[in-house]
């Protein structure tokens, strides 16, 4: 077999198209599906077991466990699906390959995906042209949809045909008699071999070809395998290269899970594959060794994966510590995920609007920390660092806008149900929190759009000015620093003091003022120009403004509070 760097080429293009494909479908998928996507997600993996069975269910009918687990990583990415259901999703995928691989045994019958590909694009390029946003988004997750598997069916043509030169691989019965060594490294031998061909299927294949040619036993195909099993990650952390942080960390989960199963099966692997041995021969009564080996092949690839889910499903929390410690979250890719409010069913009214309190709270706290950027945008001066920090402060605001949505959402589901009067009284009350801590989240990206403006003039603030701008935002910190704890006792008992907030604000509108008269007499001594006069008012505005977002925010709460007391 010849394989030229023009082969090569063509493997590195069916790569692009694959790792485009799955860009596009993400973007799409998020444009369109969001919410009511999220909703049939949320219901189908509210615990475990009903994820495991949609992975289940998903790859027995799409055929691939590859695609499943790429789908899973796209879900991810686009915010559809928590990093702990994608985990259990994926774990399903496992065990649903090998109910396929058994389908194609028994009927020979495999639905190829990449061949409806072509006339998916004819019907996704209307989409793609039309004026309305909903079309054009489902115009572009058809296309990458598309892309996607003509990338992946173009990977597979275009990877070193070893099944049909299985002769290239007679070398490894040199390395057969070497006890538990042979079989460490026939699981090291199995992963590189699926990586390269990009099908678990494949390479299954392969395996059976060689035991077939008698060039291995049992045991060391079994223990190819294993190492199919880890090498069949590849695709989704390829298709996780594309991805925020959260998808490569499911792609990661699921490479971890393959892991772990492959560590602990090898363990026990002499019993294990005994085991499976018994059961081909006495069970199934299958004796005759060019039917048995493939047969033991199979139920060994069955067995391995529905045994490492029943294992590993009460270590989803564990896999996903340990892939959160691999790859940490960067600060400016953090992901807009509710931490307390589930989509699921709703719990008691009263235990209903705890879980949106305290999701306020964070909601509060992230203003607080986007008004932190804001204060260090102001003095970051290489033009790198300004884009990524103007952008991480634009993501904010989308996260925002997004969670203000979320939680009113939520809040008026909970209204609906049966609550007393001080219940219903309460929620609107926190609808008010909600709408004003968004406000909060506007004003400061209009101050991060200010500096902006003002930085692409290539003129500056004098001393002065910066000087009292720290002042304003140093006041305005302190305001947004006394809201948090306004809201965090909000749910107790005790009495915080509301005037301290009252106070502040004083401070900022009297100082406001203050400035105000100040700059038209600075701008008349020409102390510097119209335009810097202007940039400068606007961001002491916004502060001020910021402060009676924050008070609103301080007397919904007290109202709260007072509503919980009488």
């Given at each position: 077999?010849?394989?030229?760097?023009?082969?090569?080429l063509?493997?590195?293009?069916?790569?692009?198209?694959f790792?485009?494909?799955?860009?596009?479908?993400?973007?799409?998928l998020q444009?369109?599906?969001?919410?009511?996507?999220r909703?049939?997600?949320t219901?189908?993996?509210?615990?475990?077991?009903?994820?495991?069975?949609?992975?289940?269910?998903?790859?027995?009918?799409?055929?691939?466990?590859?695609?499943?687990?790429?789908?899973?990583?796209?879900?991810?990415?686009?915010?559809?699906?928590?990093?702990?259901?994608?985990?259990?999703?994926i774990?399903?995928?496992?065990?649903?390959?090998?109910?396929?691989?058994?389908?194609i045994?028994?009927?020979?019958f495999?639905?190829?995906?990449?061949a409806?590909?072509l006339?998916?694009?004819?019907?996704g390029?209307?989409?793609?042209?039309?004026?309305?946003?909903?079309r054009?988004?489902?115009?572009?997750?058809?296309?990458g949809?598309?892309?996607?598997?003509?990338?992946?069916?173009?990977?597979q043509?275009?990877?070193?045909?070893?099944?049909?030169?299985?002769?290239m691989?007679?070398?490894?019965?040199?390395?057969?008699?070497?006890?538990y060594v042979?079989?460490?490294?026939?699981?090291?031998?199995?992963?590189?071999?699926t990586?390269?061909?990009?099908?678990?299927?494949?390479?299954?294949a392969?395996?059976?070809?060689?035991?077939?040619?008698?060039?291995?036993?049992?045991?060391l195909?079994a223990?190819?395998?294993?190492g199919?099993?880890?090498?069949t990650?590849?695709?989704?952390?390829?298709?996780?290269?594309?991805?925020?942080?959260q998808?490569?960390?499911?792609?990661?989960?699921?490479?971890?899970f393959?892991?772990?199963?492959?560590?602990w099966?090898?363990?026990?692997?002499?019993?294990?594959?005994?085991?499976?041995?018994?059961?081909?021969?006495?069970?199934?009564?299958?004796?005759d060794?060019?039917?048995?080996?493939?047969?033991?092949?199979?139920?060994?690839?069955?067995?391995?994966?529905?045994?490492n889910?029943?294992?590993?499903i009460?270590?989803?929390?564990?896999i996903?510590?340990?892939?959160?410690?691999?790859?940490?979250?960067?600060?400016q890719d953090?992901?807009y995920?509710?931490?307390?409010?589930?989509?699921?069913?709703?719990s008691t009214?009263?235990?209903?609007?705890?879980q949106?309190?305290?999701?306020?709270?964070?909601?509060?706290?992230?203003?607080?920390?986007?008004?932190?950027?804001?204060?260090?945008?102001?003095?970051?001066e290489?033009?790198?660092?300004?884009?990524?920090?103007?952008?991480r402060?634009?993501?904010?605001?989308?996260?925002?806008?997004?969670?203000?949505?979320?939680?009113?959402n939520?809040l008026?589901?909970?209204?609906?149900?049966?609550?007393?009067?001080?219940?219903?009284?309460?929620?609107?009350?926190?609808l008010?929190e909600?709408?004003?801590?968004?406000?909060?989240g506007?004003?400061?990206?209009?101050?991060?759009?200010?500096?902006?403006?003002?930085?692409?003039?290539?003129?500056?603030?004098?001393?002065?000015?910066?000087?009292?701008?720290?002042?304003?935002?140093?006041?305005t910190?302190?305001?947004?620093?006394?809201?948090?704890?306004?809201?965090?006792?909000?749910?107790?008992?005790?009495?915080i003091?509301?005037n301290?907030?009252?106070?502040?604000?004083?401070?900022?509108?009297?100082?406001r003022n203050?400035l105000?008269?100040?700059?038209?007499?600075?701008?008349?001594?020409?102390?510097?120009d119209?335009?810097?006069?202007?940039?400068?008012m606007?961001?002491?505005?916004?502060?001020?403004?910021?402060?009676?977002?924050?008070?609103?925010?301080?007397?919904?709460?007290?109202?709260?509070?007072?509503?919980?007391?009488?």
């Amino acid at each position: 077999m010849e394989y030229s760097f023009y082969d090569f080429l063509k493997l590195l293009g069916s790569l692009a198209l694959f790792l485009y494909g799955m860009k596009i479908m993400s973007e799409g998928l998020q444009k369109f599906a969001g919410d009511r996507l999220r909703k049939i997600l949320t219901a189908m993996t509210t615990n475990r077991v009903t994820g495991v069975l949609t992975g289940m269910l998903i790859t027995a009918l799409i055929q691939s466990s590859s695609a499943t687990t790429v789908m899973v990583v796209s879900f991810v990415n686009a915010g559809l699906l928590t990093l702990s259901q994608s985990i259990g999703v994926i774990m399903g995928a496992n065990i649903g390959t090998t109910v396929t691989a058994w389908i194609i045994s028994a009927l020979g019958f495999k639905v190829d995906i990449a061949a409806f590909a072509l006339p998916l694009l004819a019907f996704g390029i209307p989409l793609l042209f039309s004026q309305k946003s909903s079309r054009k988004s489902v115009g572009e997750f058809i296309f990458g949809f598309s892309f996607l598997f003509m990338g992946l069916s173009y990977l597979q043509s275009n990877a070193p045909d070893l099944e049909a030169n299985p002769d290239m691989l007679a070398f490894v019965q040199n390395y057969a008699d070497m006890g538990y060594v042979s079989i460490l490294l026939f699981v090291l031998i199995g992963t590189i071999l699926t990586m390269i061909v990009q099908a678990s299927a494949a390479t299954m294949a392969i395996t059976l070809i060689m035991c077939a040619n008698g060039w291995i036993s049992f045991e060391l195909g079994a223990a190819l395998v294993l190492g199919e099993n880890i090498g069949t990650t590849i695709t989704a952390n390829l298709a996780a290269l594309t991805g925020n942080t959260q998808a490569r960390r499911a792609a990661m989960a699921h490479l971890a899970f393959n892991v772990f199963g492959v560590i602990w099966v090898l363990c026990i692997f002499g019993p294990f594959t005994q085991a499976v041995s018994w059961f081909v021969e006495n069970v199934l009564g299958s004796t005759d060794p060019s039917v048995a080996v493939p047969f033991k092949l199979s139920a060994f690839h069955t067995a391995f994966n529905i045994c490492n889910v029943l294992v590993l499903i009460w270590f989803v929390k564990f896999i996903e510590r340990t892939v959160c410690a691999i790859i940490p979250m960067k600060e400016q890719d953090e992901e807009y995920r509710l931490r307390f409010i589930s989509g699921g069913m709703l719990s008691t009214a009263e235990l209903s609007i705890l879980q949106a309190s305290k999701e306020i709270h964070l909601f509060a706290e992230r203003t607080h920390r986007m008004f932190g950027l804001v204060r260090d945008l102001l003095h970051t001066e290489k033009d790198d660092d300004f884009t990524k920090l103007f952008s991480r402060i634009e993501k904010y605001e989308n996260i925002s806008d997004n969670m203000e949505l979320e939680i009113a959402n939520y809040l008026n589901s909970v209204s609906e149900g049966r609550l007393s009067s001080e219940s219903k009284l309460q929620i609107r009350a926190m609808l008010r929190e909600v709408t004003e801590i968004e406000s909060i989240g506007d004003s400061c990206y209009n101050l991060a759009r200010t500096i902006n403006r003002k930085r692409q003039t290539n003129q500056d603030f004098v001393e002065r000015q910066y000087e009292h701008i720290h002042s304003m935002m140093k006041l305005t910190d302190e305001a947004l620093a006394q809201m948090l704890v306004v809201l965090d006792h909000s749910d107790h008992q005790q009495t915080i003091d509301v005037n301290k907030s009252f106070n502040i604000e004083n401070e900022i509108n009297n100082f406001r003022n203050q400035l105000k008269n100040q700059n038209i007499v600075d701008v008349n001594n020409k102390e510097y120009d119209y335009q810097m006069g202007v940039y400068y008012m606007d961001i002491i505005a916004e502060c001020e403004k910021l402060g009676d977002y924050v008070v609103n925010v301080v007397e919904a709460s007290s109202d709260i509070k007072e509503k919980k007391a009488s």
